[in-house]
């Protein structure tokens, strides 16, 4: 049994890199095209596709490629269970926190923690939840966030952001041994 999961890991993180380097492809030649283009006095703004129904298309494009809230809940909606579900609470709790929904921002941040606790954004949306938590007049429940963040990931570039907001806080939080 493990050894399939771990068979299953490998292959979702071959389609994920798979789907990594389409969107650089995709990138790439967009950025060409631009500069084979003569440039134009007023430029048309680009439209994102918005998906009401699963297509071939939404599956293959990644979340981080879909940023407006009603795409992101599209995929959430009809793909909740795959690794990129993850990413996109974790999009979708970034559009929330920058908008200063903090509340909104926490519900998503804990999505993502609570159901993709081994995902690539799990750190990120641990520092994110801290913050946010703190924004809201919640500071002891935030700066706990941020000690169990430092605990859990403490080699990471969000632990050091962690210790920095924590020592900003003037917490004795930043001056235990380990943190």
């Known amino acids: 049994m493990n050894d399939t999961l771990d068979?299953?890991?490998?292959r979702l993180a071959k389609v994920s890199k798979q789907l990594e380097d389409m969107q650089s492809s995709q990138q790439s030649i967009a950025?060409?095209?631009?500069?084979?283009?003569?440039?134009l006095r007023h430029r048309p703004r680009l439209r994102l596709?918005?998906?009401?129904?699963p297509t071939r298309f939404a599956i293959t494009t990644a979340p981080?490629?879909?940023?407006?809230?009603?795409?992101?809940?599209d995929y959430i909606k009809f793909y909740p269970n795959t690794d990129?579900?993850?990413n996109s609470y974790f999009y979708l709790a970034e559009l929330q926190f920058r908008a200063g929904n903090?509340?909104?921002?926490?519900?998503?941040?804990?999505?993502?923690?609570q159901n993709f606790p081994s995902g690539s954004k799990a750190a990120s949306a641990q520092l994110k939840k801290g913050f946010a938590?703190?924004?809201?007049?919640?500071?002891?429940?935030?700066?706990?966030?941020?000690?169990?963040?430092?605990?859990?990931?403490?080699?990471t570039n969000e632990a050091v952001q962690a210790k920095e907001r924590l020592r900003k806080l003037n917490t004795s939080a930043a001056n235990k041994p380990g943190v």
Not at 49 to 53: A, D, G, K, Q
């Open 133 to 155: 938590l703190i924004e809201m007049g919640q500071k002891d429940d935030g700066v706990q966030e941020l000690r169990h963040l430092i605990q859990r990931y403490p080699k």
């Open 64 to 73: 981080r490629t879909i940023w407006p809230r009603r795409n992101i809940s």
């Open 49 to 53: 596709p918005t998906f009401s129904t």
């Open 31 to 39: 950025a060409n095209s631009r500069l084979l283009r003569p440039k």
């Open 84 to 86: 990129l579900a993850g």
């Open 102 to 113: 903090y509340k909104e921002a926490v519900a998503n941040y804990d999505q993502v923690l």
């Open 7 to 10: 068979e299953l890991k490998v």
